[in-house]
C-alpha cells in the first residue's frame, strides 16, 4: 500500500470512528450541524438571481447562505427561509414598490432601511422574487425556532 492510501484509509477511518461517537452521543441534537436552508429554485433562476443580488450589494445588509456576518452592522432580516413565510407575489411587489416602509414599517435609521428597488429591471424584480420564494427551512428548524421565539415572549414551555 502506498503512503497517500494509508492516509486515505487513516481519513476513512477516522470520519467512521466520528461518525459512531456522534451517533452514540447526539442522538437528540442530530440536527446541529445540517444546514436547515435549501433552495427550490432551478440552477438557472439561482444563478440570474444570484448576480442580481451581488450587483445590488443586498449581502451588505442581509444574510443569505452565510451564517450571521458579526461584523454586519444593519440588523436586516435574514433572507434564509424567506419564502416560509413570504409568497413570490408579495416579493414581487415588495421589491417593486417605491416606498417599501409602506408594506413593511421599519423601526431603523433610515440609512439602514430596506430601499426600493422599483427602478430595477422588471425581469430582476421577477427573478428575484422567484428565487426569494424558493428559499425554504427545513421543518424541524422551523418548529425549534417557533418554539425559541414562544419562549422568549412568554419564558414558558409551549404547550403539547
Ligand atoms: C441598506 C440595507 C439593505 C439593503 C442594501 C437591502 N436590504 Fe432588504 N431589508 C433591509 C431591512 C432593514 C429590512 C427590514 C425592513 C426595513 O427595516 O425597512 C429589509 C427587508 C427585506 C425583505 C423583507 C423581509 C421580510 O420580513 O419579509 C426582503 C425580501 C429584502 N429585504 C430583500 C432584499 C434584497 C433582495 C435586496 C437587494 C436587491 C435587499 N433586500 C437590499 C435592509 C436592506
Not at 442580481?52 to 434564509?80: E, F, Y
Not at 413593511?104 to 422599483?118: F, I
Amino acid at each position: 500500500m502506498r503512503r497517500g492510501e494509508k492516509a486515505v484509509l487513516a481519513l476513512i477511518g477516522l470520519v467512521v470512528v466520528g461518525g459512531m461517537v456522534q451517533s452514540a452521543f447526539h442522538v437528540e441534537d442530530k440536527h446541529d450541524r445540517d444546514i436547515p436552508f435549501y433552495s427550490t429554485a432551478t440552477p438557472e433562476v439561482a444563478k440570474q438571481a444570484m448576480d442580481v443580488i451581488r450587483d445590488n450589494g443586498c449581502k451588505s445588509c442581509h444574510s443569505l447562505w452565510t451564517l450571521k456576518d458579526v461584523l454586519q452592522s444593519v440588523p436586516a432580516p435574514m433572507l434564509d427561509g424567506i419564502g416560509a413565510i413570504r409568497s413570490e407575489a408579495w416579493l414581487y411587489q415588495y421589491l417593486s414598490a417605491t416606498d417599501p416602509q409602506a408594506t413593511l414599517p421599519s423601526r431603523l435609521k433610515k440609512e439602514y432601511r430596506m430601499p426600493s428597488y422599483a427602478g430595477l429591471p422588471d425581469e430582476q424584480r421577477r427573478v428575484l422574487a422567484k428565487y426569494l420564494a424558493s428559499l425554504q427551512v427545513k421543518d424541524w428548524y422551523l418548529e425549534q425556532t417557533k418554539k425559541a421565539e414562544y419562549e422568549k415572549l412568554t419564558g414558558k414551555e409551549p404547550q403539547k
